[in-house]
């Protein structure tokens, strides 16, 4: 299955990571080189099979419902690109 | 001082112990290394400070002969571990300014046993590479050329900045990490032993993520022994990270030198791949004797889904990738582009900070994951991946102690070399490792041989889950026959 310029577009933009138009052609090129490469999946019978779900046998562990960490709001804070008082800053989302 | 740089780790802890030398003089002699080999590239933030700081501590330790396991041991930490206070990158753009407030557990567990940090060691941007060519720092180059030439090599990766540091002496051990043999292959490229511990046995926590369903931290060392020591301090049960597992750590060490007389070592027939090297063929067949003299029974066994574990890694590593790195938006940490709306400061900001290789990762792993595709690739790709597990379990059920097989198809190659067209070419570099990685499982590679361009040679052992000392002491009856390698300074 090969993909084409407009999945490129949507893929990126899904991803959030801008394309210049100029980059799409190549960047299909690579995509498609990699879908190819694992292509070879669809010999295999998976069949009945149960997908991995957990990589070691285990029970999810539980701990006790209670707080363990907070308080910390400069912290939290310290490598922030832009923020004011206890706030991240983000560019303007509504007009 | 030089010579303290040569010493292996467990050499120097029984120097510092003897008062030989002090942790102080030990550190001294491993900065003015570092310094001298800047070329390599091994290290993108070298914390001498730190370093002396902790060095003294370790003095008044020794001389109170209240040593810890690791007191006064001179470490370098793989830029994928969150260090408190100290920038953590991982080698990408996009958080070439982060400096965090805590401190992985693994790190922590190293320094609560005395160790010393001299700094954090370059790596592929994300740990997604084989070769450490796409740092955001700029390559790593290997300590090793090919006999009578100055090509420069690649150190392997993702942890090449850990191997190449191990190898030329610009630490005594180092901290990896390997999601599909990131801990192996540079092991093996570079002449020094690396462990990829069980899935669990390490905690993840504060480790810069990149695939979590396969991600663990492990050791990278001169000797068997050595990686040894340093797994046993930071192995162990951590209550942040939930697929931690609540399990004793043995003494690793007490492996070494232990018998392995009636072992039965599998060796698996699909790995003996169309293309392998001459040379590779015959360190294997090497690998087989030492262990046969030592007493281990060989037996010829199958592992019929390898072929197929690289594309179930290449769909379900970036798929985790893809959502790992979703966190990466310009908002609460790292690099933000300039924008005026918060969707293009989005995509500005992923655009600029990843460089190209997590891009198309990211973008794989999108897709794989998106509606209409997700049972076709993702799916599909988690159940071939339960059928090589069941290949594993198979042959483990079957009685077989541990597998032998190479750590890598070649030896290392040229920088810019591979993966400039195709970056499935560079994928194939992990064809022997990956496997271990899907089934969780734990391996060692160390090195067994010199290629007749003089580059070293890796062979790996792959184990049961949690029976990590069985490898120990087989990876130790190969170091005994195959002895050890090193670089010649030319840097």
């Known amino acids: 299955m090969s993909i084409d310029a407009d ?11 801008a394309v210049a138009e100029e980059e799409i052609e190549h960047l299909r090129g690579e995509l498609n080189a990699i879908l190819t490469f694992v292509e070879q999946l669809s010999r295999v019978d998976v069949n009945g099979v149960e997908p991995v779900t957990s990589v070691v046998p285990m029970q999810l562990k539980k701990r006790k419902d209670e707080v363990t960490d907070g308080q910390i709001l400069d912290q939290v804070l310290r490598n922030a690109p832009a923020t004011d008082d206890d706030f991240f800053l983000v560019p303007k989302v509504v007009e | 001082m030089a010579e303290l740089t040569s010493l292996t780790l467990e050499q120097a802890r029984a120097g510092l112990r003897s008062g030989e030398f002090s942790a102080s003089e030990l550190v001294e002699a491993h900065l003015q290394a570092m310094e001298r080999a800047r070329a390599l590239n091994a290290y993108v933030l070298e914390t001498p400070d730190q370093a002396r700081t902790m060095a003294a501590a370790s003095d ?44 992985s557990t693994v790190t922590a567990n190293l320094w609560r046993d005395g160790a010393v940090m001299l700094g954090k060691l370059n790596n592929d941007e994300f740990a997604m590479g084989s070769s450490s060519e796409s740092s955001y720092f700029g390559p790593v180059i290997s300590p090793w050329r090919r006999r009578g030439a100055n090509t420069p090599l690649v150190p392997g990766g993702s942890s090449g900045g850990s191997a190449a540091a191990v190898a030329a002496n610009l630490c005594l051990g180092a901290l990896g990490t390997d999601t599909g043999g990131s801990i192996r292959q540079p092991a093996a490229y570079t002449g020094t032993v690396g462990v990829k511990p069980t899935y669990g046995r390490c905690s993840r926590w504060g480790i810069v993520a990149y695939a979590s369903s396969l991600d ?3 050791p990278l060392a001169r000797t068997v022994q050595d990686a040894a020591i340093l797994l046993r301090s930071i192995a162990g049960h951590d209550e942040k990270d939930s697929t931690s597992v609540d399990l004793p750590v043995p003494d690793y060490e007490a492996a070494i030198g232990k018998s392995v007389k009636g072992l039965k070592i599998g060796i698996p027939r699909e790995y003996r ?109 988690q159940k071939v991946r339960a059928l090589v597990r069941r290949d594993f379990e198979d042959v483990f059920a079957s009685g077989v102690h541990a597998i032998l097989a190479p750590a890598t198809p ?72 195959a002895g050890r390698f090193s670089p010649e300074r030319w840097w």
Request: hydrophobic share 45%; glycine share 10%.
């Open chain 1, 7 to 17: 999945t490129v577009r949507r893929i990126a933009d899904l991803a959030r990571i």
């Open chain 2, 60 to 103: 008044s330790r020794l001389k109170g002969h209240e040593a810890r396991a690791l007191e006064g041991i001179p470490v370098g930490i793989k830029d994928m571990f969150a260090t408190k206070d100290v920038r953590t990158t991982a080698c990408s753009h996009i958080l070439d300014n982060f400096v965090p407030t805590y401190e």
């Open chain 2, 216 to 218: 663990q931290a492990g």
């Open chain 2, 273 to 381: 791949i169309p293309g392998l090297a001459a040379e590779i063929e015959a360190l294997w067949q090497a690998g087989i004797g030492w262990l046969k003299n030592a007493g281990a029974e060989i037996v010829e066994v199958s592992l019929p889904h390898t072929q197929y574990a690289l594309a179930a890694y290449y769909i379900i590593a970036p798929a985790e990738a893809s959502s790992n790195l979703a966190r990466y938006d310009g908002v609460r940490y790292g690099l933000r582009a300039a924008a005026r709306e918060l969707g293009d400061m989005y995509r500005n900001t992923r655009a600029q900070g990843f460089g190209a290789e997590v891009r198309r990762r990211i973008m794989i792993g999108t897709y794989v994951l998106s509606a209409g595709y997700y049972d076709a690739y993702y799916l599909r790709a």
């Open chain 2, 410 to 481: 070649s030896p290392a190659f040229g920088i810019g070399e591979k993966g400039r067209d195709d970056p499935t070419e560079l994928y194939l570099n992990d064809v022997f490792t990956v496997t271990v990685n899907l089934a969780g499982l734990p391996a060692i590679s160390v090195p067994g041989a010199l290629s007749q361009e003089g580059l070293p040679l890796g062979l790996q052992l792959i184990g049961r889950p949690f029976d990590e000392e069985t490898l120990f002491a087989l990876a130790n009856v190969i170091e005994r026959s």
